[in-house]
């Protein structure tokens, strides 16, 4: 490995295209810029970031991630119907609508409302691709060395990146 290849610590860019098994595209960077991660700093899901390890640029190659090494299994117990109470009540509840809320310990989770039902509606707590393969088609256009700062804040600034 030369330091022209992926290793933790270094800036990549790369293009890519997320499929699911049945063909399904659920993200692309197709038509826009490239992607920009820190590796190492579990910027990206940890079973795509081990497919990149030792890539350079130039590299094009095709990996399927298990749920385990994606978003995680689906948990049941994370589906849950809560009352209608529990959201404001200017909020437009319809099924499909993604919101933040906080779980037990304060920490943000992402839900997805399933159905409503009168005052009573059904959340899924799962992240909307948990269970899922994920099939990823990757390109690397970039690497180099990240920043201090970039290191530091464990993510890439600047194009691409967070700008703060």
Known sequence: MTD???AAGR??????????????????????????????????????????????VGDSFDVKVTPEEGYGVRHEEAVQQVPRGMFPP???????IQFQAQDEGGQ??????????????????????AGQNLNFSI?????????????KHGHVHGPGGHDH
Do not use: C, W
């Open 108 to 129: 943000p989770i992402m839900g997805t409302i399933m159905a409503v039902e009168g005052d009573t509606i059904t959340v899924d707590f799962n992240h909307p691709l």
């Open 11 to 56: 800036v990549v860019t790369m293009h890519y295209k997320l499929a699911l098994d049945d063909g399904q595209v659920v993200d692309s960077s197709e038509g826009s810029d490239p992607l920009a991660y820190l590796h190492g700093a579990k910027n990206i899901v940890a079973g795509l970031e081990s497919a990149m390890d030792g890539k350079g």
């Open 139 to 151: 390109e690397v256009v970039g690497i180099r060395a990240a920043t201090d700062e970039e290191t």
């Open 90 to 96: 200017e909020a437009q509840l319809n099924a499909g």
């Open 4 to 6: 022209t290849n992926i």
